[in-house]
């Protein structure tokens, strides 16, 4: 089995560690080729570098579907390869045959003599750099470079597409503190206060047992303290001070900070949320939703967690060695690089173990995902399981993939197990060299006891908190990559908004009209084809047509929900492109086939958009939509509760909440698109009745498919496929013409007969 691991995993981006392919470019441009020839992946990166490849694909590519993909590659290239006629090598083999050709041939003699003369050269360089690094602070210069050298390469962001702040003037977090540069302050100080307090309670308990050891202290007695008993007293007050002082700064910082925190996530949601609100529909539909949904939800509580936590912790970290590192400058340089040694290594570790446990916690998600997906459906698809008898292969099915789960988790827990442990062994070896380094010093008279007791103790806890380091990197780079995501979500486009706004006190008219109108959607064929029709005002208009032929399209180029390719939608005369949105769209009441309800009462959802309307109203708008009657048997009767999506309610109840909230708008054009699809002839014909009172001086546009609904109308559109007006008239003067709408009728009009049962035993039994 190839050894392929996830690294990370987000819709339409897919990065994997591929360890085939490291240090070996002519494979990984092969791997490359191969897998841009697979329908639905747009890109694909393979670094023989860091032996990653990174995948840009289709939302519907799973991460099981990208790892058979890319071991079919890494199977297929040797195949290929080897399939290439010589006359005309391929670029692995054109590769290996350049680097043959172009390098020299060295006799062995002289490979002898170069290896003599490298080995000495070495050993020279060796014993200056030895002789060099003896200097206490030439050392930890070299500590301070590797060090700075291992947390570059782990900051540093992954290679991927350009981030979309890569354009900016500022760095992200900049721009994300900017507004809350004073809170910002604030909190910083007190962490930087903090780290300092707390650093100063173990030097200060590290002097109180130094002078109960020797007797006395010496800085203390100059200051006039030359009894024991005053300098211990004294050191514990001190250090009891500081105590309150490191608990009262802790609190005050962790306040702070997660104030900052929530006050930027709630500023980055609700301005993103703002634009959001004004993005053109068409940036919303199909798969865009989710993506806008976890980028207002995760993302932006990712940026509100850095700040609120992360940051705390980096100043904290920062903090602690610039008191440190001045502290041994001053009190004992010769053994400071002793001290601080162990920190390249411990960084390293703490970076390299988060590097490999992000493809570990990648797996774990994708597996904890997929089992509960599984889990879910299996409960929700309950009567089917147990109508199949399949109770037993699901419950195989579970266990396996729970199986695979606590493997995963197990990988992990033991990877974080041993890196935690090296870490603190490397952390307790700085104890001993330091001691060693000391107590030579103190020995020979080059370093005094009371400056060299406290500062045993510190390198520890600094290199304990280094370990952070891991998280802190991670975190850090999550954040940027949800703040790219966020950039990108409010880079979109919003909606162009007319500037004829309606005169105070002007009534709309109610005249609609759609002049040489062509549309098609992106990929498509086209929908409507220079569409033109006239909606007369006060009447009722009704469209009708075979199935994909733009009928909703209609509806949609009225509200404004798409714009069209071609011609004019007119409003009143004027051009809907023209007209505030708000007062076009606050002058149509829209009905769609499938309508939305929201998670809450069925009150709430008639009086949605119209939130000031008292019972009286909302009740009187149910009665003429037809909701009263089932709106009375439920016991809580308009406080029922409708659920998720209006789960609680059937089809024709939710066609009938909806109409009803467009009948309390009592706006002066509705549109009903598809409205009464879902409920029965009785009920059509009472909507049909009340509807018609409603209706009277308002323009009534309705779509539908069932021809009883629409025979009333004024005028009657027949659509066909490519938006094309077929037939145009009343329904008896269509019904006469014997065209396309005479045969629909008949159609209808004979299914609506009830047939015997006699017949239809014949019928199945033929």
Known sequence: MLPLRPRSIVPGRQRWDVAPILRRPALARLVETTLRAVPGVHEVRANPVTGRVLVLHDRALGPRQAERLLRRALAGVPGKAAAQPASSP???????????????????TRRRLL????????????????????????SLGVVAVATAIVIRRGWRRPDDEPPAHATGRHHPLARIIAPHRRKFGVAALL??????????LFMLVSFGVMTLGQGENSVLAALGLTATGSQVLFLAGAAALACVAVAGLSYGAHVSWRRLGQTVEHDWRTTTYAHVQRIAPTDLESGRTSRTSQVLTEDITQIGTFVGHTLHETIQLATCFAVMVPAFLVLAPQIAWVAFAPVPLVAWLSLRYHERAVADQTASGENRARLHARLVDNLQAGTTVKASCAEDHEEARITAMSAEHRDTNRRTDRSSVRQAQ?????????????????????????????????????????????????????????????FDRVQRLRALPVERDGNVPRPRGHRVGGAMALKKVSFAYPGRPATLCDLSMSIAPGQVTGIVGATGAGKTTVAKLLMRFREPDAGQVLLDGVDVADLALHDLRGAIGYVAQEPYMFDGTIADNIRYGTFDADHARLAAAARTAGADTFIETLPAGYDTVVGERGAALSGGQKQRIALARTILKNPPIVL?????????????????????????????VVIAHRLSTIRNAHHIYVLAPGGIVAEQGTHVELVRRGGIYAGLWQLQAGEERPVPPLSLAREAGR
């Open 90 to 108: 391929g670029p692995a083999t054109a590769e290996l045959t350049e680097a043959k050709v172009s390098r020299p041939s060295v006799a062995p």
């Open 115 to 138: 290896g003599v003369a490298a080995a000495g050269l070495a050993l020279g360089c060796g014993t200056f750099c030895a002789k060099l690094l003896l200097r206490p602070l030439v």
């Open 191 to 200: 962490s930087v206060l903090g780290q300092v307090a707390e650093t100063s």
């Open 422 to 482: 090296l870490v603190r062994l490397c952390a307790v070896a700085a104890v001993p060299g330091t001691l060693f380094a000391g107590g030579r010093a103190v020995m020979k008279g080059e370093l005094a006891a009371e400056a060299f007791g406290p500062l045993l103790d510190l390198p520890v806890s600094a290199l304990w908190r280094l370990n952070r380091l891991g998280p802190v990197t991670e975190q850090y780079q999550r954040t940027l990559s949800a």
């Open 672 to 700: 009903l698109d598809e409205a009464t699809s879902a409920v029965d002839n009785e009920t059509e014909a009472a909507i049909q009745q009340a509807l018609n009172t409603f209706a009277e001086d308002r323009t009534l």
